[in-house]
């Protein structure tokens, strides 16, 4: 009776593995794009400064 509970739940466990790697391989990768934006403002008081802010 112990080696059914054992094996029953080895089974159980394979195949909830197999389960979830067929779900993370089925979805498509989410790429996220990070987008940097950069402003260059021209003093006009002085000549060759911009000021660069991230």
Same mark, same amino acid.
């Given at each position: !009776?112990r080696? /059914?509970?054992l094996?029953? =739940?080895v @089974?159980? !466990?394979v195949v %909830?593995?197999c =389960?979830i !790697? @067929? +779900? +993370?391989?089925s979805?498509?990768? &989410? *790429?996220e794009? &990070?987008?940097t934006?950069?402003e260059? *403002?021209? %003093? *006009? #008081? #002085? /000549?060759?400064l911009? %000021? @660069?802010d /991230?």
């Amino acid at each position: !009776m112990r080696h /059914n509970i054992l094996g029953g =739940l080895v @089974i159980f !466990m394979v195949v %909830v593995t197999c =389960l979830i !790697m @067929i +779900d +993370d391989i089925s979805k498509p990768k &989410k *790429e996220e794009i &990070k987008q940097t934006k950069t402003e260059i *403002e021209k %003093v *006009e #008081q #002085q /000549n060759n400064l911009a %000021v @660069i802010d /991230n």
